[in-house]
């Protein structure tokens, strides 16, 4: 059983042309002028570029534009979450492992903080870095979202 999610075949062009051009996400961030994860969710079909971003990825990657403008449609929106759940990938399974565990505490963490509310991942931003470490390299994850209390009437 294969990983990858099944995706559309416009984001499967994407994902096939940056294979073919041996690019990194980074790289395409800086090209499209948005950040490397932002990217990469576009890239697997759960965020929305503007035409422009759009024109400056497939320019980038050596893509017709139009062939993967027609195959969106004029009024794509994506349908976010992909793959199973529980994930089957290791990686996505330990993110998701990560918030089973942890999921509780960081919300009683987040509330002694910031009171009743969650945390937006409309407005939020995501770094993935690399952190040397001597027993070695750590992911270091950051996820930078916008606080927003519940409403009460």
């Known amino acids: ?46 965020a929305k570029a503007t035409p422009e971003q759009l024109t400056a990825l497939t320019s980038f990657l050596g893509i017709q534009q139009a062939s993967v403008t027609a195959d969106l449609g004029a009024n794509w929106f994506p349908d976010r979450g992909v793959g199973p759940i529980p994930p089957t990938d290791p990686v996505i399974y330990r993110l998701y492992e990560a918030v089973l565990v942890y999921g509780h505490p960081l919300k009683a ?12 991942m409309i407005d939020c931003t995501v770094r993935v870095e690399r952190k040397p470490h001597p027993k070695g390299d750590r992911v270091l994850l950051t996820f930078d979202g916008k606080f927003l209390p519940y409403a009460t009437w």
Do not use: N, R
Not at 114 to 120: E, H, K, L, V
């Open 109 to 120: 963490v987040i509330h002694e903080k910031f009171g009743d509310g969650i945390m937006s």
């Open 1 to 46: 059983m294969s990983a990858q999610p099944q995706l559309a075949a416009p984001f499967q062009t994407l994902l096939d042309a940056k294979a073919k051009k041996g690019v990194t996400f980074e790289q395409i961030a800086k090209a499209v002028g948005k950040d490397e994860v932002w990217v990469a969710a576009l890239m697997y079909g759960q």
